[in-house]
């Protein structure tokens, strides 16, 4: 079945400092990829999306690019702020395999000023 | 236009008590689905809903778990009786058609059984 696996947690930075967050993935079929954040005491939210692979999802200055020979979707950002503390879900969909959004454990972010 | 609500936002309750979480979707989204994050953990599937029919429900944890979905339009999930390893946030989400697109999430309900 589809899966996904992030990068243990928590991840500390300073602010300013790169962040890359790994998220790999295992399906059937040609699935989207998505990365999820959700801020404290708030719910989940899109952060980025591909649809297919070398697409490169980006937003708020956080990227993702669909690796599908290497089933990766690697969540990088060249400079951390305070405000991006959070915790950010990688997941999957897609018609090729389960039509129902695969989730990892999620990966939390702390950044100090 | 409104996103994906749900009610409560928290709920604490004791062992043994029946608990109904809700969720009201995206309008014209036919597709619902339950998901469930203990603590540290990840965000687990339960269930999934086209319209008033359970399409999924390989999630489910039990069967003090009830999922129904009236008329097609908002959600309730009832745990009866509710164990302590029932914590945790329950999310709700909709989407539109079943795969390749996003899922709008609800802000969570967070359920302490103590």
């Known amino acids: 079945g589809n899966s996904v696996t992030q990068m243990e947690g928590p991840v500390t930075l300073s602010e300013e400092a790169f962040l890359t967050i790994n998220c790999t993935y295992t399906a059937t079929g040609y699935p989207s990829l998505f990365w999820y954040v959700q801020y404290p005491g708030e719910g989940l939210q899109l952060l980025l999306k591909a649809t297919k692979a070398d697409d490169k999802g980006s937003n708020k200055g956080f990227e993702a690019t669909y690796r599908k020979e290497t089933t990766s979707f690697h969540l990088e950002k060249g400079s951390v702020q305070v405000s991006d503390s959070a915790v950010y879900f990688c997941a999957l969909s897609g018609k090729g395999g389960s039509y129902i959004p695969t989730f990892g454990r999620g990966t939390s972010l702390i950044v100090h000023p | 236009e409104a996103g994906v609500t749900q009610f409560p936002s928290h709920s604490v309750i004791e062992k043994g008590q029946t608990v109904t979480l809700r969720c009201d979707p995206i309008s014209g989204h036919d597709n619902l689905y339950w998901y469930r994050r203990v603590m540290g953990k990840e965000i687990k599937f339960l269930l999934h809903?086209?319209?008033?029919?359970?399409?999924?429900e390989s999630g489910m944890p039990n069967n003090r778990f009830l999922a129904e979905r009236t008329g097609g339009t908002y959600s309730t999930l009832k745990v009866q009786p509710a164990e302590l390893e029932d914590s945790g946030v329950y999310f709700c989400?909709?989407?539109?058609?079943?795969?390749?697109?996003?899922?709008?999430f609800g802000q969570g309900t967070r359920l302490t059984v103590v």
């Open positions: 989400a909709s989407s539109v058609d079943r795969g390749n697109t996003e899922a709008f």
């Open positions: 809903f086209v319209k008033e029919s359970k399409q999924d």
